[in-house]
DNA sequence: TCAAAAGTGTTGCGGCTACACCCATGC
DNA sequence: GCATGGGTGTAGCCGCAACACTTTTGA
């Protein structure tokens, strides 16, 4: 990586489904030397990184993303910018930002992501420094920065999403049970959905394919469990209505 | 406005409606005293400008509409962010931008937003340095720097948007006729509308209410004028639902 | 055999589409 | 009186919501 570019950097809210809850990736920021670790413990912030200033935006979030979960071609989507000019409020935290880039730092205009994860395959790299865990997002602590304000905000962007493409796949195994398909879309919309009606509405998706495989280990019947087909979604794509 | 922070612009892409064209306002880029006016006449670009560094982003964006519009409060909305390493290619360009902002320039993120207004109620100042012009969206000449892909970003933006927010009305004057909303979305859509259908559904919306006024000065039957009443559709605002 | 979740059908209503003719005005 | 766009009604179909019981498995 080249040059690190002191006034932009980018921040990633990494979200991902356990079949129950939506949960958010997030850091530990290392204590400087110091600070007393007995107030300060448990600093949390959103995975994030000043910009080279050779690189991509985008690519400076799959790095970030990479260095995180090991994962490589994950959904990623840009839907935000924080640029107040007094976002970086907290001292402390001005602070450590210029002591681990080395940088004097004044204002940094953050570009903010949200990406879409499977939990269970995500593969976090445990050789790194920063410690990271996936947290339930209506436990999410008081982070550093502003980034509660962006989290708030990515979920705002995913539902709205969520409204009009179907994304909800890139939260769930490769296989998955409509039972885990529909508690996403309820955890993620807010709303309970009828199951049967949920059913029929995927019956009519050819891009829904039903696996000659089932659920196993559970102690009750087995789930059918379904795949994503890409392809035939883009192939069948409709244009979908508007609002006046 | 303070000192200008050279890493970072606000790029405006503002959307206008005659009745039956959606347009973009463009600004001249003023010649350089050495530049072959000749080769290079008719040079468009987006309203834009560094940003201050003590200014908020949409503060930013705010003071670029005014200045060109001379309107205050219109619809403005942050779409996409355009950091490429490379982005700013035209060495020409580039040397324009150094000479107007009198500052070193290197890598620029630029945070774009687009605009929407009511064509015929926006006073474009005239007292202005830099010349503005409504072109067409079809008619879109080449634009200095990434522009035009800014430019057909917003427009995919918006499309999106229009799916799930009223936000034509921005486009009308605050008087319209039927013709003129169908007509709005029929070409931002880029599908033709069935007027019966168009006219029932808008009659079943409260938030569209007919005044007791009609067009005025045309060589058929006159039409009703209509209202967009926000009060009325922010209370009646349901939710709509989800693709799977 | 019990617990736990999977899976399944029908009916009524409301919304959407397709479609063609008369009306009011200015010139 | 004619040209121009404004404005109107109906019938069929489809999709969506509401609603409760049987099935399969592991323990």
């Known amino acids: 990586m080249n040059r690190l570019n002191p006034h932009i950097s980018v921040d990633c809210v990494i979200f991902?489904?356990?079949?129950?809850?939506?949960?958010?990736?997030?850091?530990?920021?290392?204590?400087?030397?110091?600070?007393?670790?007995?107030?300060?413990?448990?600093?949390?912030?959103?995975?994030?990184s000043l910009i080279s200033d050779t690189e991509e935006l985008d690519i400076s979030a799959y790095r970030v993303l990479k260095e995180l979960t090991g994962l490589d071609k994950i959904f990623l989507k840009q839907f935000a910018v924080f640029g107040?000019?007094?976002?970086?409020?907290?001292?402390?935290?001005?602070?450590?930002?210029?002591?681990?880039?080395?940088?004097?730092?004044?204002?940094?205009?953050?570009?903010?992501?949200?990406?879409l994860v499977k939990i269970n395959e995500s593969n976090p790299n445990e050789?790194?420094?920063?410690?990271?865990?996936?947290?339930?997002?209506?436990?999410?602590?008081?982070?550093?920065?502003?980034?509660?304000?962006?989290?708030?905000?990515?979920?705002?962007?995913?539902?709205?999403?969520?409204?009009?493409?179907?994304i909800g796949f890139e939260l769930l195994p490769k296989k998955f049970t409509l039972r885990q398909l529909q508690n996403l879309y309820e955890v993620i919309m807010g709303n309970k959905l009828d199951n049967r009606n949920f059913?029929?509405?995927?019956?009519?998706?050819?891009?829904?394919?039903?696996?000659s495989?089932?659920?196993?280990g559970v102690s009750h019947k087995p789930a059918q469990l379904y795949k994503f087909d890409k392809k035939t979604f883009l192939r069948e794509r409709k244009d979908i209505g508007f609002v006046i």
């Open 16 to 48: 991902g489904f356990d079949g129950l809850q939506l949960k958010v990736l997030l850091n530990e920021r290392e204590l400087l030397p110091d600070e007393d670790s007995s107030i300060l413990s448990d600093l949390l912030k959103l995975p994030g």
């Open 84 to 115: 107040s000019p007094n976002r970086l409020q907290n001292t402390n935290d001005v602070e450590w930002l210029r002591k681990t880039s080395g940088m004097s730092i004044e204002r940094v205009v953050t570009i903010a992501y949200y990406s």
């Open 127 to 166: 050789s790194l420094l920063e410690k990271t865990s996936w947290i339930p997002l209506n436990e999410v602590p008081q982070l550093i920065f502003d980034h509660n304000i962006i989290v708030n905000s990515a979920l705002e962007a995913l539902r709205k999403e969520m409204r009009t493409d179907p």
């Open 199 to 211: 059913r029929k509405r995927i019956v009519k998706l050819n891009y829904l394919v039903p696996l």
């Open 213 to 216: 495989e089932k659920e196993k």
